[in-house]
Antibody, heavy 120, light 110 residues
Framework: QLQLQESGPGLVEPSETLSLTCTVSGDSISSTSFYWGWIRQPPGKGLEWIGSIYYSGSTFYSPPLKSRVSISLDTSKNQFSLKVSSVTAADTAVYYC????????????WGQGALVTVTS | QSALTQPASVSGSPGQSITLSCTGTSSDVGDYNYVSWYQQHPGKAPKLMIYDVSKRPSGVSNRFSGSKSGNTASLTISGLQAEDEADYYCSSYTDISTWVFGGGTKLTVL
């Protein structure tokens, strides 16, 4: 059973870089079976897809966020990470990591989510 | 890319059937049969309920069904139960190889 767990600082100052890690258990991050993705949800608002990465390192990013977002893999730790630069209060959200199976277009496994607040 | 359009709220009584709508464009919902639906209870992660417009994952009740017509997808919940009260989000693949979500619908069971 694939399990995902987000971790990282809960507070980030404006203009700094938000960094989160998703630890994967139950399968290898190098598996050709999955895309590894990030989705966020501002308090009281809807879901927003941020981006996804494949085992090969190929990435897909949401156009509005593309200039500030980076997703990478750490195969030695079986983790994948998210970085969002130049954050503002609008980046305050619960950040979820999630999986998509190869050649499929839905998110079938989700982490529990991590709240990140941008504040000085 | 713009978020898919969902009604902010829908309500129904136990035992009734309700339908939630999700409207996109010819660049997403209308162009692909890759619409999925997620249920989210307060403080919890979203749960996949429907994928590829009308397919149910293992373990999801057959009271949940999905369909699509043109640029609008729908989620129907039959035999409404108190436990169905939650937020529901639709999502679609797009023609620029991205994924977009709807703004969500809050379902209230009266």
């Amino acid at each position: 059973q694939l399990q995902l767990q987000e971790s990282g600082p809960g507070l980030v100052e404006p203009s700094e870089t938000l960094s989160l890690t998703c630890t994967v258990s139950g399968d290898s991050i190098s598996s050709t079976s999955f895309y590894w993705g990030w989705i966020r949800q501002p308090p009281g608002k809807g879901l927003e897809w941020i981006g996804s990465i494949y085992y090969s390192g190929s990435t897909f990013y949401s156009p509005p966020l593309k200039s500030r977002v980076s997703i990478s893999l750490d195969t030695s730790k079986n983790q994948f990470s998210l970085k969002v630069s130049s954050v503002t209060a609008a980046d305050t959200a619960v950040y979820y990591c999630a999986t998509q199976r190869m050649a499929e277009h839905h998110f079938d496994n989700w982490g529990q989510g991590a709240l990140v607040t941008v504040t000085s | 890319q713009s978020a898919l359009t969902q009604p902010a709220s829908v309500s129904g009584s136990p035992g009734q059937s309700i339908t939630l709508s999700c409207t996109g464009t010819s660049s997403d919902v209308g162009d692909y049969n890759y619409v999925s639906w997620y249920q989210q209870h307060p403080g919890k992660a979203p749960k996949l309920m429907i994928y590829d417009v009308s397919k149910r994952p293992s373990g999801v009740s057959n009271r949940f069904s999905g369909s699509k017509s043109g640029n609008t997808a729908s989620l129907t919940i039959s035999g409404l139960q108190a436990e169905d009260e939650a937020d529901y989000y639709c999502s679609s693949y797009t023609d620029i190889s991205t994924w977009v979500f709807g703004g969500g619908t809050k379902l209230t069971v009266l």
